[in-house]
């Protein structure tokens, strides 16, 4: 379970205070996958932050009983003058995994080729996105955050396994995605909520989400 209590998140832009979450409790239980829709700008890669525990609220406690992904995309684990092959091999063993294991997991998935063994350094967004959704899929957590879907990628057979891996998941585990678009959260998400002016909406359905989502955006 992830719990939020009384959570308050802001940001001096220079000119005005961004308010993302103002005093706001929720829970994110396992076995119920959660979408959460939030325009653009509104801080959804925040709040999946402050639920990995890479950003701190400025008030309020969050609490996590269960093992928590980073998000995906996020970067900061891995060195960038050394290779995705050494790189998962590092990891693994942060996590007590067995190195062999996750390096050929990784290897198998995104499909970087002969980059697999080359520095970081030299990969495009792209292929650093298919190793980070690659190696967050090879550890072993029983909550996963995902912001804003899978990596863009024009690699169709890496799109098809990392589609077909999440779905597979879905049977015994727990995702929570943020995103601007419905249309991504309706393959993964059994609950939903909106963030909004601060507060985070939920409901028990999407489609009672994007009702509100809807007159968000239009107005």
Not at 6 to 15: A, D
Not at 25 to 32: C, I, K, N, P, T
Request: charged share 25%; with cysteine.
């Amino acid at each position: 379970m992830i719990e939020f209590s009384n959570v308050s998140k802001s940001f001096w832009t220079g000119t005005q205070r961004k308010v993302i979450l103002d005093r706001v409790s929720f829970r994110v239980e396992l076995g119920r996958s959660l979408g959460i829709l939030a325009p653009n700008g509104t801080g959804k890669t925040t709040l999946i932050n402050m639920m990995a525990g890479i950003e701190k609220p400025d008030e309020g406690v969050i609490r996590r009983t269960c093992n928590v992904s980073f998000p995906l995309g996020f970067m900061g684990g891995t060195v960038s003058r050394i290779s995705a092959k050494e790189n998962s091999r590092y990891i693994a063993k942060l996590y007590g995994m067995d190195p062999d294991y996750v390096e050929s997991y990784c290897r198998w998935l995104c499909h970087l080729g002969e980059y697999f063994d080359q520095p970081m350094g030299t990969y495009s967004s792209g292929m650093k996105g298919r190793f980070s959704f690659a190696l967050m899929l090879a550890l072993d957590f029983d909550i996963y955050l995902i912001d804003e879907g899978m990596p863009g990628s024009t690699d169709a057979e890496f799109n098809r396994k990392a589609a077909s891996i999440l779905r597979e998941r879905l049977e015994t585990t727990t995702i929570v995605i943020v995103s601007h678009s419905p249309a991504t959260l309706e393959k993964f998400a059994r609950s939903a909520a909106v963030l909004r002016n601060g507060q985070l909406y939920m409901f028990d359905t999407l489609e009672e989400a994007k009702q509100l989502y809807d007159y968000q955006t239009e107005g």
